[in-house]
């Protein structure tokens, strides 16, 4: 075992703070990482401040962070995948059972025994994980993926979340060349989502409450830009559509969205509003149309996605900040005041 500097949160109302905390040392089939970017999740907000309590309660101290960009400093005997000095990734997970039906499928993020990268049960030290909020991390090799080396870091760190979950059921819907996607909500998955479908080859429509985030929207892919409450607008897209995204993560009326779906259309939530969301049913029944959810993706799906990236030049628009502004952040990401991720340069947390 040995020592590593972090930021965590002593209960739900404590600030952020520099703490020690103590990571194991690599086994067989682990890899360490120096962690350099550590993008922030709305997710860790909600987790710091046990807003989840009733799902997923917060232990404490708690140490966020799931968007991981790091080197290969160490690896276990057993390793075949990795070397010291290669660049690596790590998600929203960091181990699961690995022989249940979802991760014979690639589909990890299902199984019923997988570990969380933080706040999950750490079956190697006992307590709880902790994640990238720190200066390094141990996983196991087969969740850390390979970094392409033409992508920038710190944009980089948010495909971890952000990119997979609107990566994956894009993918699973089947966007392509020809497909009319909708995309509801521009913020941190927003203008991923926005990116991803521009990049496959879709006609791309942004569907925003802010009129001040038009051209941005152009910017990041999309062919038209509609203002949700512009109702003649909304009205002149019905029945048009073969898959809309809806990001938002607020309450809101879906069946507007709903509606502008053709025969067969798919509508998935990746945005998780804390209410329940009214669907008319007639809405789903009169055009055979689908709603769904989705849920980040599996490890081969997030190197697809990664190498995506790679091909298409894609990373997440970020500002760049020192750990030591992570509480001034999560304020901000409140206020929606950031375009459009924070991504945190870990090297500063090595200078306190």
Excluded at 1 to 19: D, F, G, H, I
Aim: charged share 20%.
């Amino acid at each position: 075992m040995y020592e590593a500097k972090a930021y965590c949160a002593a209960s739900a109302s404590a600030p952020l703070a520099p703490a020690r905390i103590t990571r194991r040392d690599p086994a067989g089939h682990d890899v360490r990482l120096e962690i350099l970017y550590c993008g922030i999740c709305h997710s860790d907000v909600h987790q710091v401040r046990n807003e989840w309590s009733s799902i997923m309660p917060t232990v404490y101290p708690c140490i966020p962070g799931h968007e991981i960009v790091g080197r290969v400093t160490a690896v276990g005997s057993q390793v075949t995948r990795f070397t010291p000095g290669d660049l690596a990734a790590v998600g929203c997970l960091v181990d699961s059972d690995g022989v249940c039906a979802q991760c014979q499928a690639g589909l990890e993020q299902f199984c019923p025994d997988l570990t969380l990268t933080y706040n999950s049960p750490d079956r190697h030290l006992g307590g709880v994980t902790y994640g990238g909020y720190s200066d390094s991390i141990v996983v196991p090799e087969r969740f850390a993926l390979r970094v392409p080396g033409n992508l920038d870091l710190a944009g980089t760190a948010p495909l971890l979340c952000a990119g997979i979950t609107t990566y994956s059921p894009m993918r699973r819907w089947q966007v392509g060349a020809g497909s009319k996607v909708g995309v509801v909500g521009l913020g941190g998955l927003g203008h991923m989502g926005v990116k991803f479908a521009h990049a496959l080859g879709a006609h791309v429509v942004v569907f925003t409450t802010s009129p001040g985030k038009q051209q941005d929207a152009v910017r990041l892919g999309a062919d038209e830009v509609v203002i949700s409450s512009d109702a003649n607008r909304m009205r002149s897209h019905a029945g048009s559509f073969d898959f809309i995204l809806d990001t938002v993560a607020a309450s809101h009326d879906i069946n507007a969205y709903l509606n502008l779906l053709r025969r067969d259309g798919t509508l998935t939530l990746v945005g998780a509003p804390q209410e329940p969301l009214a669907v008319s049913a007639f809405g789903l029944l009169m055009r055979r149309r689908n709603l769904s959810g989705s849920l980040i993706g599996g490890l081969a799906e997030t190197q697809e996605m990664l190498d995506f990236c790679s091909t298409h030049g894609i990373t997440a628009d970020v500002e760049v900040i020192p750990i030591q502004k992570v509480n001034e952040a999560y304020e901000r990401l409140l206020r929606s005041d950031v375009r459009y991720r924070f991504s945190i340069d870990m090297a500063s947390l090595r200078l306190e």
